[in-house]
């Protein structure tokens, strides 16, 4: 007979249960594949959230920049220039004055970065870089290593960097630092995700905007350098004309572009370079004809490192990337768009327009 002052021993238990049996091996396998195939699904589905909502993001900062471009072009009757005081090419820049600076800072103050804007010597230069070919009687105005404009380059500006992009962060692999990229010996700058859409052939030669001619008119594209482009100029419609375009924080053939300044192929947005489908396109991740005997082993594409020459529109967002419209809105234009109609969107007037695909 069972011990009644032990009813757990040889008995059942005073709260009626019996005895506990723990999870067999077999069963804890097929518990552990469940979870792991639940989080095989779900896992895609978080990833695909996590880039909607970056790329929500991304659609905010580059709508921010063309409204800042909206309110600067009323307040000054003309959008800014793409750049000031051309450092490259073969063209004496405006003044002989070679400054280098980049459009994107005459808009910090309508983006709520006044501080930094009071901050700029505007009257002298913002990069070391004085050209890839001799630049005749021209010279470089101060010099950024001491007016402060080459320390004010490594601020990061949060509206001015795609959040889909770790390539777009100042320490970054290929920083932009050094002779060609830096704006001054010792300084690492912030890189931009967004540019002025350019025809950016003629500005590493060094025209400036009203010199660039096609078919007996002024460049085509809204920016150059110098340039002054208004709301009227665009002759194509304002919602049928690239403003701004997005493009990686690294470019494997070139580096990428600074906010502060202009430095060697920094040259802007352009979709369609030399307006030539051999050159241009959008999400460009090898063009082979391109140095090939510098790849030592051979390049392979990968997203995220552009090599469509140095003004590539392209993003690290699955099969496209973001482009403002002359009218403010913005759009995500996808890889695979017709070169043809590519090029009526990039052009400003040439009478042809397209549907934004």
């Known amino acids: 007979m069972a011990d009644r002052r032990h009813p757990g021993i040889g008995g059942r238990s005073r709260l009626g249960g019996s005895h506990f049996r723990g999870f067999t091996l077999v069963e804890l396998l097929v518990v552990i594949a469940i979870i792991g195939l639940l989080v095989a699904l779900l896992l895609p589905a978080v ?40 450092n490259q090419g073969y063209n004496t820049p405006l003044n002989g004055e070679i400054k280098g600076t980049n459009g994107l800072v005459a808009l910090l103050p309508y983006l709520e970065q006044k501080p930094i804007y009071d901050r700029f010597n505007r009257d002298q230069a913002c990069s070391q870089y004085t050209g890839y070919t001799p630049i005749p009687n021209a010279a470089l105005v101060g010099d950024p290593a001491l007016n402060g404009n080459a320390a004010l380059s490594e601020t990061e500006i949060s509206v001015f960097l795609c959040p889909s992009d770790a390539y777009a962060r100042r320490n970054a692999e290929r920083s932009l630092e050094g002779w060609h990229y830096g704006p001054a010996p010792g300084i690492r700058s912030a890189k931009t995700n967004y540019d002025f859409v350019t025809d950016s052939y003629w500005m590493f030669l060094n025209y400036t905007w009203k010199e660039v001619q096609r078919g007996n008119q002024p460049s085509e594209r ?76 051979p390049f392979k594409p990968f997203p995220g490192r552009a090599r469509s020459w140095w003004c590539p529109a392209a993003s690290l967002h699955p099969n496209g990337t973001h482009f403002a419209m002359g009218d403010a809105s913005v759009h995500f234009v996808h890889q695979n768009v017709e070169f043809a109609a590519l090029g009526y969107l990039t052009r400003m007037m040439d009478g042809k327009t397209s549907e934004i695909p």
């Open 47 to 86: 990833q695909s959230a996590r880039e909607a909502a970056r790329r929500m993001h991304c659609t905010n900062n580059i709508k921010q920049i063309a409204l800042a471009l909206h309110t600067y072009e009323s307040s000054h009757g003309a959008f800014p220039a793409a750049g000031r005081g051309a």
């Open 222 to 297: 809204m920016f150059g350098w110098e340039s002054e482009c208004k709301f009227a100029d665009v002759l194509d419609g304002l919602s049928n004309t690239f403003m701004l375009g997005e493009t990686t924080g690294y470019h494997v053939n070139g580096a990428a572009f600074a906010w502060a300044y202009r430095g060697h192929v920094m040259c802007g947005v352009d979709p369609v370079f030399a307006d030539s489908p051999s050159y241009g396109g959008i999400n460009v991740w090898h063009q082979p004809w391109i140095h090939p005997t510098w790849q030592s082993p």
